[in-house]
């Protein structure tokens, strides 16, 4: 027979473990363009651009200047959602092929990994987008469980902009941006 304090214990762990799940986040998207793979590649990993074409995205910036041996370069973003409030989210590029991957561990306001995956179709060029992550700000933590359809339609919203965004800026030949 357990003691009170193992009981408790037990308890705080069911309660951590029901909480952890409902923070926990699987997005998939995709998004495909008219433009060759090498143009996507050289705008998607040009972070410094990002906030010009991608709406929502307050700031962009890598001091380690991607993207030649891209593996362990950070960067950092700062997202104000649709839905009034922000997030920001540093990362470290943990692999990547040139023109057809980068995965990343993130890690802020949210933490998981990243990936990120282009593939020329008949369509145009074929951007594969797979996001696992957990939310790391305690409010977000605490109302996940009430929220999580909110979040999700944030992040919906938010790639939508990004999609269109970055379509337009395909269009203008802003790889040279």
Known sequence: MGSALDIE???VGVLYSWLDRWRS???EDEWVVEAPVEKVWDSIVNVEV???WWKGLEFSYSADKLPVGMEGKHYK???ESPLHYRLEINAVIRESSSHALIIADIHGDIEGVCTYRIKESR???RGYFSLDVRTNK???SLFSPFLKGYFTKNHNRIMKKGMYGFTKHLARGAAAA
Request: charged fraction near 10%; proline fraction near 6%; hydrophobic fraction near 45%.
């Open 9 to 11: 214990i037990r308890q």
């Open 25 to 27: 986040y699987r997005f």
């Open 50 to 52: 990002w906030p010009i």
């Open 77 to 79: 973003t700062g997202w």
């Open 123 to 125: 369509w145009g060029t």
């Open 138 to 140: 305690t409010w977000m």
